[in-house]
């Protein structure tokens, strides 16, 4: 029997409800204190378009899943698994390396970078997909 606390709950921040009604997926999913963030890419949410650069994709893209930890109750200290998907690998780690060390600054989570041929559309550079344990980064 589970108790409430570990029912699945879809997350999806207003600025990505349209997101959600067009491709049919949420940003994250909870269940109890775990949260899967969706991947995400370095896109202003306000006017859908995506930034140029690596630099300016890294920090869209760790925003948003700023935003999406947030509705979810967690902060980016709560990040116990990052996972980021790299269309130039090689040539852009250093970079993305900089921004990412902005963003999570300690007690760093175990990461796996992957480099692919292609993302959703030509322009996006990287994509970000973590895994969260709400409360953690307190602890």
Known sequence: MRSSGEERQSVNPP?????????HFSQATRVGDLIWVSGQVGIDLADMKPARGMEAQARLAFDNVKTVLRAADASLADI????????????????????????????????????????????????????AVAGSGDR
């Open 15 to 23: 600025s990505t409800q349209a997101m959600y009604d067009q491709l």
């Open 80 to 131: 116990v698994e990052l996972t980021t998907f790299h269309t130039d690998l090689r040539g852009d780690i250093e970079e993305f390396v900089r921004v990412k060390d902005e963003y999570i600054r300690d007690r760093y989570p175990s990461w796996t970078a992957v480099g692919v041929t292609q993302l959703a559309r030509p322009e996006f550079l990287v994509e970000i997909r973590v895994v």
